[in-house]
């Protein structure tokens, strides 16, 4: 069973910045396509940023382009998420995903992911 360990978050004023990291058991995260979906209190789960497994193909939610930054290291199997700017909306439970649904220009959940515990970020205004 693949264990997905998410960590980083915590509560930053707005404008602040965090970076959320992501790994996985098994080197399983060196050979998948992996996701950073978030989800708030009444909403559903989202898709955030994703990263094919070479790196060359990324997907960012409309909401998030050009404030958020996906990246991956082979070498230490981890996958990271930049947020820059953040902004009260953007308070949410992150979650990693292990192998989610990733076309060119789109992102969701296949069904067949690992999931992580998530990671709380919380934006103060």
């Known amino acids: 069973q693949v264990q997905v360990v998410e960590s980083g978050g915590g509560l930053v004023p707005a404008g602040g910045s965090v970076r959320l990291s992501c790994t996985a058991s098994?080197?399983?995260?060196?050979?998948?396509?992996m996701g950073w979906f978030r989800q708030s209190p009444g909403k559903e789960r989202e898709a955030v940023a994703c990263i094919s497994r070479t790196g060359k193909v990324t997907y960012y939610a409309d909401s998030v382009k050009g404030r958020f930054t996906v990246s991956r290291d082979h070498a230490d199997n981890m996958v990271y998420l930049q947020m820059n700017n953040l902004q009260p909306d953007d308070t949410a439970m992150y979650y990693c995903a292990v192998e989610p649904s990733l076309r060119l220009g789109s992102c969701s959940a296949s069904g067949k992911e690992a999931w992580g515990r998530g990671a709380q970020v919380t934006v103060s205004s």
């Open positions: 098994n080197l399983i995260l060196d050979t998948s396509n």
